[in-house]
């Protein structure tokens, strides 16, 4: 909303990104100066950097993508605090170093941390003195997105095609549904075995249909019978809005 941007096709990379392909006509005629400065801009947390720049008032989302359940990324999923990773105030680090051991999982360790930094808060007298953001600023460090900024300010940067093969996981990198990505398992997105697994089996079904059509033609038919169908039309989807937002620009225009 902010920088204008309309047409944006969210692709998951095969691994462990996202890739965001911008296909507004203006931004793609952006100036590598203009790219980095955007990237600048929606950057909240810095790679490597000890905390987040700028706290939010709340982390919203972010807290619970941090610890539901029901999200891609949780404290027992990641194993947090399980190999002494700490990114706290350093006159926490040693009093809570030899509590962790104490707990059992992630969650216990994290609550101890939350619980640490709500009695800094309530302890604080005298003078007004700035919140401990310690808690948030640790959500924010695992779970805000990391930009690279060299790919999206790069005109001359290689970009990976959306339904290539990633290389060693074997997926495909494939469009994703906004609407629906809560139930978006990225273990099980179709890999370049089981593509083959399931047009070969579709082939054979074919070989004992009508063969009146041509080969180009069945093969086309085939694709539908797999399970990147559907992220093939929510490709097909993308690019007819782009379209229809294309018509009416120039009817506009004219």
Same mark, same amino acid.
């Given at each position: 909303?902010?920088?204008? &941007?309309?047409?944006?096709?969210? &692709?998951?990379?095969?691994?462990?990104? &996202?890739?965001c392909?911008?296909?507004?006509?203006?931004?793609?005629?952006?100036?590598p100066?203009?790219?980095?400065?955007?990237?600048?801009?929606?950057?909240?947390?810095?790679?490597?950097?000890?905390?987040?720049?700028?706290?939010?008032?709340?982390?919203?989302?972010?807290?619970?993508?941090? +610890?539901?359940?029901?999200?891609? =990324? +949780?404290? !027992?999923?990641?194993?947090?605090?399980?190999?002494?990773?700490? =990114?706290? =105030?350093?006159?926490?680090r !040693?009093?809570?170093?030899a !509590?962790?051991?104490?707990?059992?999982?992630?969650l216990?360790?994290?609550?101890?941390?939350?619980?640490?930094? !709500?009695?800094?808060?309530?302890?604080?007298?005298?003078?007004?003195?700035?919140?401990?953001?310690?808690?948030?600023? &640790?959500?924010?460090?695992f779970?805000?997105?990391?930009l690279?900024?060299?790919v999206?300010?790069?005109?001359?940067?290689?970009?990976?095609?959306?339904?290539? @093969?990633?290389?060693?996981?074997?997926?495909?990198? @494939?469009?994703?549904?906004?609407?629906?990505?809560?139930?978006?398992?990225?273990?099980?997105?179709?890999?370049?075995?089981? =593509?083959?697994?399931?047009?070969?089996?579709?082939?054979?079904?074919?070989?004992?249909e009508?063969?009146?059509?041509?080969?180009?033609?069945?093969? +086309?038919?085939?694709?539908?019978?797999?399970s990147?169908?559907?992220?093939?039309?929510?490709?097909?989807?993308?690019?007819?809005?782009?379209?229809?937002?294309?018509r009416?620009?120039?009817?506009?225009?004219?």
């Amino acid at each position: 909303e902010d920088l204008g &941007v309309r047409h944006r096709l969210w &692709v998951y990379s095969g691994r462990r990104g &996202v890739h965001c392909w911008v296909c507004d006509d203006a931004v793609r005629k952006w100036s590598p100066a203009l790219r980095a400065a955007a990237v600048e801009y929606l950057s909240l947390v810095k790679v490597g950097a000890r905390g987040a720049r700028n706290p939010l008032p709340s982390p919203g989302p972010v807290e619970s993508g941090f +610890t539901g359940s029901g999200h891609l =990324l +949780t404290l !027992e999923k990641v194993g947090l605090w399980g190999c002494g990773h700490l =990114l706290i =105030l350093d006159k926490h680090r !040693e009093p809570l170093q030899a !509590e962790f051991p104490k707990k059992k999982d992630s969650l216990q360790r994290w609550e101890l941390l939350r619980g640490r930094m !709500e009695r800094t808060r309530a302890s604080n007298r005298g003078p007004p003195v700035a919140p401990c953001y310690a808690d948030w600023e &640790v959500m924010l460090q695992f779970c805000f997105p990391r930009l690279d900024i060299n790919v999206s300010k790069g005109l001359g940067h290689l970009l990976k095609s959306p339904f290539s @093969v990633h290389p060693k996981t074997g997926r495909v990198s @494939v469009p994703l549904d906004l609407q629906r990505l809560d139930q978006f398992d990225p273990f099980a997105v179709p890999t370049i075995t089981s =593509l083959c697994h399931e047009l070969d089996t579709a082939g054979s079904d074919g070989e004992q249909e009508d063969t009146g059509e041509t080969e180009p033609k069945r093969r +086309t038919r085939d694709y539908k019978k797999t399970s990147l169908a559907p992220y093939v039309r929510i490709f097909e989807q993308f690019v007819e809005g782009m379209e229809s937002a294309r018509r009416g620009e120039r009817i506009r225009r004219s």
